[in-house]
């Protein structure tokens, strides 16, 4: 079965580089027709996709973050990463990542990690 | 963007009511909908895709329906373990966008 996990800093200051890692375990990262994605939640936005990544590297940003995002996959080590800069404190959120899964017309975030609290504080 | 728009944002039904939410989609986004069951402190957990399709594992008095741009989601007799926030998702146009969700209280 697989699972996916976050890890990275709980508490990030403002200006500087927001990294958080996604472990993904139960299976292979470069299996089957799935990206590899991360969605943040705000009390205030609700639930925002950043982007995704998929097995070949290949990359879909949110315009509103794409000045500032970068995904990263990592097929040896069965992980995959995001790089947010120039955070604020309107990046505080909790951040997840997600299989997500695509077959034909079907599109779905079927797995998701359990979230990570991140804090844009100095 | 494609925005999604839920309603209602909150909701308080007694157990064994049935329950509907909808999500209305800023354009035509064919059935390219999925909906997802957030329980407190967790992550969200994917009941509906495709508009109309049951994910497996899923209770069957959960339902949707629809297409274009009106979305229909439906617990056929509310239960208490269903308390949550649900979402509406779009995936016809990047950026993939949610709803705001709807928070489903038991009165």
């Known amino acids: 079965q697989v699972q996916l996990q976050e890890s990275g800093p709980g508490l990030v200051k403002p200006s500087q580089t927001l990294s958080l890692t996604c472990n993904v375990s139960g299976g292979s990262i470069s299996s089957g027709f799935y990206y590899c994605s991360w969605i943040r939640q705000t009390a205030g936005k609700g639930l925002e996709w950043i982007g995704r990544i998929y097995t070949s590297g290949s990359t879909n940003y949110n315009p509103s973050l794409k000045s500032r995002v970068s995904i990263s996959i990592d097929t040896s080590k069965n992980q995959f990463s995001l790089k947010l800069s120039s955070v604020t404190a309107a990046d505080t959120a909790v951040y997840y990542c997600?299989?997500?899964?695509?077959?034909?017309?079907?599109?779905?975030?079927?797995?998701w990690g359990p979230g990570t609290m991140v804090t844009v504080s100095s | 963007d494609i925005q999604m728009t839920q309603s209602p944002s909150s909701l308080s039904a007694s157990v064994g009511d049935r329950v509907t939410i909808t999500c209305q989609a800023s354009?035509?986004?064919?059935?390219?909908l999925n909906w997802y069951q957030q329980k407190s402190g967790k992550a969200p957990k994917l009941l509906i895709y495709d508009g109309s399709n049951l994910e497996t594992g899923v209770p069957s008095r959960f339902s949707g329906s629809g297409s274009g741009t009106d979305f229909t989601f439906t617990i056929s007799s509310l239960q208490p373990e269903d308390i949550a926030t649900y979402y509406c998702q779009q995936y016809d146009n990047l950026p993939i966008t949610f709803g705001q969700g709807t928070r489903l209280e038991i009165k």
């Open positions: 997600a299989r997500e899964y695509q077959l034909l017309s079907t599109d779905v975030f079927d797995i």
């Open positions: 354009q035509d986004i064919s059935n390219y």
